[in-house]
């Protein structure tokens, strides 16, 4: 246990990526693609350059000195905008009062377009990919969530690597070996690379088997799991804590406040126990290999009995933002019944006034002031019922035998009617198919009602 954690120390040593912990003063600033594939249908430009800060307002010391949009054609090019932009641009950053970076909005940059920018403008240039995984750096509490911003950090590394190694090459005139070794200075450390890489894999993968073991004392117990999944910051920490009334769960008002998976035990209106699972928030444009590296957190979504899809009605990109949660669930390959079963929640309609929801099956909730949360309790049970193939029934049972204890351990009991002449008692149970099964073959005489 203990090589295992200084191993696993030793892969979350200091990030040459890691942003650092001192404050920034940033200039925002967002390429408007006026036309063209890469063209966003559901979104504006203020609304992108609005998300982007947002994304800094996460970070503590960060501060937004300007948000700046400037339109380009194609962000893909070297200095991203045309040359009388670009010189505006240039302008326009050095003018600024102790301007220590600049957040380009865009996916990912390459680290040659970042040095040439880094170079015209004298400060750092981030994009979107070193933001989110700087957020997530500083959100990461678990073991599990620091070792997948490790993995990552990998492609990013690859790719700063090939940029050394080229600007190594023309200063030293192409003399690539290492002290006659035979073994190139990039192939070294690509391989340190691919070490660390599948060091990583394999940590991960002790924790992902920790994990199944968990789960599945969870499904012995017959928990049904809920999965609560969003945008982030649309309220599920808030909802949870609403139908479950766990004190201790802070919901921040901030971006990707939750990175790891967390449980937390709640009842529905008969009593039933379930478990509510909260998961990373999801973002439009986080590049592929970041969610990717996350996976590992949204693979218990797989095994959930029920996802709910909290919605922040109130936002302008509401729409984008649930085609964006909707299409990384398709990519989860989740099982067509859990797609299908989802449930839908338009939360904060307190911010409106007389909301009504357009859309067929949703439920309007505000899960700060506990509006409409009986009803979404109501179809969460109706729904889990289906998905568990669990049973209401009456049963029974002589109150001088182990039936009622029985019952109570292994089932959710509702009710129970006593019937003193008799010494039996009716009880109503929740119970799921292998423990009725169990239940049968254990107490044949009894007699069962259902409804």
């Known amino acids: 246990e203990d090589v295992e954690e200084e191993e696993v120390e030793e892969l979350l040593g200091s990030s040459p990526l890691a942003v650092g912990p001192g404050a920034q003063r940033l200039a925002v600033v967002h390429p408007a693609v006026k036309w063209g594939p890469k063209k966003s249908p559901l979104t504006t430009a203020e609304l992108q350059i609005a998300e982007a800060v947002a994304l800094v307002d996460t970070l503590p010391n960060w501060t937004v000195l300007d948000k700046i949009i400037i339109p380009t054609k194609n962000p893909d090019k070297k200095f991203v905008f045309g040359k009388g932009n670009f010189q505006a641009l240039t302008e326009k950053i050095k003018k600024l009062p102790h301007v220590t970076a600049v957040f380009l909005n865009v996916e990912r940059i390459s680290s040659l377009t970042k040095k040439e920018l880094e170079d015209a403008w004298g400060v750092k240039v981030f994009d979107r990919y070193t933001v989110v995984l700087h957020i997530f750096r500083c959100n990461a509490r678990t073991k599990e969530a620091k070792l997948q911003i490790a993995l990552a950090e990998i492609p990013l590394l690859r790719s700063n690597l090939k940029n050394e190694v080229s600007r190594l090459d023309q200063q030293r005139g192409g003399s690539r070996y290492i002290m006659g070794s035979g073994e190139t200075f990039m192939e070294t450390q ?110 218990e979504v797989v095994y959930s009995d029920l996802i709910v899809h909290v919605r922040d009605i109130t936002h302008p990109e509401t729409i984008l933002q649930k085609a964006t949660v909707l299409s990384v669930l398709k990519n989860l390959n989740l099982p067509s019944h859990l797609l299908d079963s989802m449930v839908e929640v338009h939360n904060k309609v307190d911010l409106i006034e007389r909301y009504k929801p357009t859309e067929e099956n949703v439920l309007a909730i505000s899960a700060l002031h506990g509006h409409g949360l009986e009803e979404l309790k109501e179809e969460i049970e109706k729904k889990i019922l289906i998905a568990t193939g669990k049973k209401i029934l009456t049963v029974n049972v002589n109150l001088e035998g182990p039936q009622l204890s029985w019952l109570y351990k292994e089932a959710t009991v509702q009710e129970v009617e006593v019937m003193p002449e008799d010494g039996t008692a009716r009880v109503k149970v929740i119970i799921g198919n292998s423990a009725f099964g169990r239940y049968k073959s254990l107490f044949p005489n009894s007699k069962i009602f259902m409804p």
């Open 190 to 299: 690509n391989r340190i690379l691919k070490e660390k890489e599948l060091k990583i894999r394999n940590a991960l993968e002790k924790l992902r088997r920790k994990r199944s073991l968990l789960r599945t004392q969870r499904r012995k117990r017959e928990f049904p799991i809920i999965s609560v999944m969003g945008y982030t910051n649309c309220g599920k920490t808030t909802l949870i804590k609403a139908l479950t009334g766990e004190a201790g769960l802070q919901p921040r008002d901030q971006l990707f406040a939750t990175l790891d998976i967390t449980a937390h035990a709640g009842y529905l209106p008969s009593h039933m126990a379930v478990i509510y699972v909260d998961t990373i928030g999801f973002l439009t444009d986080l590049p592929h290999n970041l969610v990717e590296s996350f996976s590992a957190t949204l693979e």
